[in-house]
């Protein structure tokens, strides 16, 4: 059976960490690689991974970055990327086996559930998870994952500030569909509650409309707040 990596950037998550990796630990007792790689945290996020994963990182922040690094380190002959706000949904890695065994390179995504109450994310939940089966083009709150030569082949993620889970799913789908498996992942709903339902609908339609007509998206970050790694301070 070929062997699974999940790999978990991380950044500033000392306060949530711990839970979501004790989640995962039923899955390293049979056989799943834990991969976190950290961008830099100012808490106790390394800390917080110590023990509770086989491999804990550093890369430049950025999840692109960081996710690259997980998956070059990795051991597993298949990949998932995991956002450290996104749970998994029951048996994922027999799913993710299971999918990837139908095909000698293939790339797919779960469903996504965002984690609220509020019946307006029920509808953006399934407004995701349509336009994914649409368009080829996964999120990562999907969860996304490949076979390692799969990933090779399309020189992992762009190493872009945002949008890097956009920009990797169009060189996958030049080399087939992804598998979408009704398995729903559980995002939270923090950065939603946070900025506003409204306000966080209209700003991602913005930037994901800017970037589809060929705005660059280093200069998108630095307008919508994103610190570039070299200024951090």
Known sequence: MTTLSIIIPVLNEGEHLAHKLDLLQPLRSQGVELVVVDGGSRDDTVAQAQGLADQVLSAPRGRASQMNTGARAACGQ?????????VLPPRAHECVLAALALQTQAWGRFDVRIDSQQPILAVVSWAMNTRSRWTGIATGDQAMFMHRSLFERVGG??????????????????????????????????????????????LMWRLRAAFFLGADPHQLARHYGYVPRETQT
């Open 78 to 86: 298949a990949l998932l990327f995991l956002h450290a706000d996104t």
């Open 157 to 202: 993620f762009p190493d872009l500030p945002l949008m890097e889970d956009i920009a990797i799913s169009r060189r996958l789908k030049r080399l087939g569909r992804p598998l979408c498996l009704r398995e729903r992942a559980s995002t939270s709903a923090r950065r939603w509650e946070q900025h506003g339902v409204w306000r966080t609908i209209w």
